[in-house]
């Protein structure tokens, strides 16, 4: 009877110390993932499928052979997206998918993977979760302006996103701590530029790369 007794409070303890170990590692991937753990609960139906998930995309990060940029490359990537978001107020549809595009050609330069755009997502859900559902907002955006739907409100919004995400990856990129984002204080400042316009002239100084914003003409809401 004694032996009967052992076994079971072997068993009882064996199963606390595992479902110990468990709540652990979901409580790690939630403090990891944050509202992306959450998401994924709920796209998956069940906590252990969603950890399952979770893991995958860890598993396939830690498998990528990430690099940093050159610095000459990073400072390209900030030129580009500064005439980019210079014809903001122009074309603003075809600015957001250029913007899309830029993502894109920086995660393929460090080494993610691109041609699958879930992956790609999933990449940024491993990477960067805080800024991940911004980025399928974006995409959505992207889509809805690709068919003509999206209005102006959203073109801007879905350009922030885009931004905020690109400035990570070039700060990611920069490598030893050093800033290589959008916000660089050593970036070159760009020329002013003016325009005539029937209402007259409006500046241009939102050319400079540092701006968080896309352009507007005076009298437009600025995009915050």
Do not use: C, N
Not at 28 to 44: K, M
Not at 159 to 169: K, N, P
């Amino acid at each position: 009877m004694e032996w009967l007794i052992l076994v079971l409070a072997v068993v009882v303890i064996a199963a606390l110390a595992a479902y110990i170990i468990l709540r652990q590692r979901s409580v790690a991937l939630s403090r990891r993932f944050g509202p992306e753990y959450d998401r994924a609960v709920d796209e998956h139906g069940s906590r252990k499928a969603a950890e399952a998930e979770l893991r995958r995309l860890e598993e396939r990060r830690e498998a990528l052979d990430l690099h940093e940029l050159a610095p000459a490359d990073r400072m390209r990537y900030v030129e580009q997206w500064s005439a980019v978001q210079l014809r903001f107020v122009d074309e603003p549809e075809a600015t957001l998918a250029e913007a899309d595009d830029l993502v894109v050609q920086v995660m393929a330069a460090r080494g993610y993977p691109v041609d699958d755009p879930d992956e790609r997502t999933g990449m940024v859900v491993t990477d960067h979760p805080e800024l991940a559902g911004d980025y399928r907002t974006a995409h959505a955006i992207r889509r809805r302006s690709d068919g003509g739907e999206a209005s102006l409100d959203e073109l801007r919004e879905g350009f922030q996103h885009y931004r905020a995400l690109f400035s990570r990856l070039l700060d990611d990129a920069a490598g030893s701590g050093e800033d290589g984002g959008l916000g660089v204080a050593s970036a070159p400042e760009r020329e002013h530029a003016t325009r005539s316009e029937d209402a007259g002239q409006w500046d241009r100084r939102a050319a400079d790369p540092r701006r968080s914003e896309p352009i507007t003409r005076e009298g437009d809401a600025d995009v915050r």
